[in-house]
């Protein structure tokens, strides 16, 4: 059996990928072979020759790709800062966009001992397990209405040890999380936000859920519910942070403010440079 050069598969790879309009055709294509392969991506091409057969699974792999299923639904996992979670159909694929957001999260807990985090909105839950790692001893509440959803963050939860409490809710409840009131340090949420109607890639479109996408005409129907049920969750002093669509780079800090019990509201921007997601505090005890 004759065995292949890998790097010409890989370009073979990244070559029908770029024909499909895949937004990063190298990267996918390297990341499929490194499955394939099994190593990491970046240890690839300690293997330069492989068998026909590896050749043919990547091509297997790569005509999947070429149809825009997400990668992560090929490779059956995501990535959110430190956690691997499982994804696949009937569950929102976490965003590398997020983990602006988790990082602004654990450094306002840097000073905060046995921290409460709520993430509301969970989806696989890859927020809430990516704090309660980051923070073995924070005490991580996640919180989802949809019942696939909610099926694939038990199953990331149990595999890292239940770390993180799971609640079936709905952030439009009256009642939601009622016995953590004004004892939370911390809510996190990345809402459905995207206005309807909008066009979206087709890794978006034909294969995340709706329900996880799309928030209303204005894309802020979830987002209001989340800054009125935050509003009431968190501690004095504690904080929020709102992922948001790039249209909202205004309206949601806007809509922040006028929360009497909120203050220090910032807008932060992606690494492209887009509005990408707002903070907020509690406005702290009067002394």
């Known amino acids: 059996m004759n065995r292949v050069p890998l790097r010409l598969a890989i370009a073979e790879a990244e070559r029908m990928l770029a024909d499909a309009g895949v937004a990063s055709p190298r990267f996918d294509a390297e990341t499929l072979a490194a499955q394939v392969v099994g190593v990491e991506r970046g240890r690839l091409m300690m293997h330069p020759l492989v068998d026909p057969p590896v050749v043919e699974e990547l091509r297997r792999l790569?005509?999947?790709?070429?149809?825009?299923?997400?990668?992560?639904?090929i490779l059956g996992t995501a990535v959110l800062g430190p956690v691997t979670v499982a994804v696949g159909p009937g569950v929102f694929t976490p965003r590398p966009e997020t983990e602006l957001l988790l990082e602004w999260g654990l450094?306002?807990?840097?000073?905060?001992?046995?921290?409460?985090?709520v993430d509301l909105c969970t989806g696989s839950a890859a927020l809430a397990l990516a704090v309660a790692v980051s923070r073995p001893d924070a005490v991580v509440h996640a919180v989802e209405a949809d019942p696939t959803a909610l099926t694939w963050a038990r199953r990331n939860i149990d595999a890292h040890g239940g770390?993180?409490?799971?609640?079936?809710?709905?952030?439009?409840?009256?009642?939601?999380?009622?016995?953590?009131?004004?004892?939370?340090?911390?809510?996190?949420?990345?809402?459905?936000?995207?206005?309807?109607?909008?066009?979206?890639?087709?890794?978006?479109?034909?294969?995340?859920?709706?329900?996880?996408?799309?928030?209303?005409?204005?894309?802020?129907?979830?987002?209001?519910?989340?800054?009125?049920?935050?509003?009431?969750?968190?501690?004095?002093?504690?904080?929020?942070?709102?992922?948001?669509?790039?249209?909202?780079?205004?309206?949601?800090?806007?809509?922040?403010?006028?929360?009497?019990?909120?203050?220090?509201?910032?807008?932060?921007?992606?690494?492209?440079?887009?509005?990408?997601?707002?903070?907020?505090?509690?406005?702290?005890?009067?002394?």
């Open 107 to 117: 450094r306002v807990l840097r000073d905060v001992r046995a921290p409460v985090v």
């Open 163 to 287: 770390v993180v409490a799971l609640h079936s809710a709905d952030v439009r409840w009256n009642d939601l999380l009622v016995e953590l009131e004004a004892r939370v340090d911390l809510v996190l949420c990345n809402p459905p936000y995207v206005p309807d109607g909008t066009p979206l890639p087709p890794e978006v479109a034909s294969f995340d859920p709706p329900g996880a996408v799309f928030g209303g005409p204005d894309g802020m129907e979830i987002i209001r519910a989340v800054v009125s049920a935050s509003a009431g969750l968190l501690r004095h002093g504690g904080h929020l942070a709102i992922e948001h669509d790039d249209t909202h780079g205004e309206t949601v800090p806007a809509l922040l403010r006028r929360r009497r019990v909120l203050s220090d509201v910032q807008e932060h921007h992606d690494l492209a440079g887009r509005p990408r997601f707002a903070t907020a505090r509690r406005v702290p005890a009067t002394p």
């Open 62 to 73: 790569v005509a999947r790709r070429a149809t825009r299923e997400p990668l992560q639904h």
